[in-house]
């Protein structure tokens, strides 16, 4: 009875054994979820970057990570996705300024008045100075950046013609919820109004607000253009979107998986610089054909809007510290 009792007991840990093999070797195969969030429209292309990235991901890997991407604030806002990217409920996103508030160097993401041309913006934000601005933001939320995506030039479009200081200084116009953007038009002289994005078409419409500050793209995505008449090339900043994803979701993929991921990143941000440029060009194109004016400024309007942030850049450099010299490495960079 004995040998009969321990060949029973053997038999049943070997039946555990070969499930628990099956149930390590089923997780092993188990699809890998990345949920992106983005406030991007579908057409931008941060977006079609993102839908680059999953078709690249999903192949290489195949078919181990599936990746869901959430355009246009589907999962929320920018602020209740970074969130959700901290908490590790969402992977992964493609943020703005808000994360600010996390690490102030951060910010220099859309450094006002510096980059000049597309050449100098990939050297800066695809080198030293990108990981520079980082700082502690790893550090204190566990969220890696790992790139940065294009939102591009910032300009202004308006319901009426802007070609000098006097025109845009009685301009109403919108910014996002973000102190940055409402002190730097303020002290261009215009009314600052901090708005959500969801309600920036109605604001034009209604002319609550006279005008917005965005790149072309956003302009062009988000339909803005029916409802403004002009736009001044301002380009008073240019800006990036930082790429976020959750530290403790990085540390979990494979590690035979983690460069197909991590090569897949970097695809798809280069591909994003390649397609912004090309699409600024195409908006400029499309704007012009919608029937809506574009103002570049003249070297004196230039200078005058410079001049005019002298309180702006003493604020600006003492609420971010280190500004002022990442600033100065980044005017250095070749035009």
Known sequence: MKGIAGWTMLATCLAWCAVAGMTAEARAQEKIIIRV????????PVQQSLEFFKRNLE??????????????????????????????????????????????KTALAAP?????????????????????????????????IVGYMVNGFRNISSS?????????QRLTIRVPEIEVFARLLKGFGCDAVMMPRSEVYNALET???????????VLRASGWHEVQGHVLMSRHMFACSPVIVNGRFLGSIPASLRPVFDSNIR????????????????????????GLSIVEPSPEFRHAMRDALEDFFAWYYKEIP??????????????
């Open 37 to 44: 969030a983005t406030y991007y429209a579908a057409s931008h």
């Open 59 to 104: 192949e290489e890997s195949g078919g181990r990570f599936a990746v869901q991407v959430y355009p246009n604030n589907q999962l929320g806002s920018e602020e209740v996705y970074t969130d959700l990217i901290k908490r590790g409920t969402i992977q992964m996103g493609v943020c703005g300024l808000l994360i600010k508030k996390d690490e102030a």
């Open 112 to 144: 006002p008045l510096v980059i000049q041309t597309w050449k100098q913006a990939e050297a800066c934000f695809n080198g030293p100075i990108g990981r520079k601005i980082i700082g502690d933001y790893t550090r204190n939320t566990d969220i890696h």
């Open 160 to 168: 009426y013609a802007i070609d000098a200081m006097p025109e845009l």
């Open 207 to 217: 002319r609550a607000a006279a005008g917005q500050e965005n790149s072309l793209s």
């Open 267 to 290: 695809k798809a941000i280069a591909h994003n610089w390649m397609i912004s440029r090309e699409d600024e060009e195409a908006s400029i194109a499309f704007l012009k054909e919608k």
């Open 322 to 335: 280190g500004a002022q010299e990442i600033i100065a490495e980044m005017d250095a960079l070749p035009k």
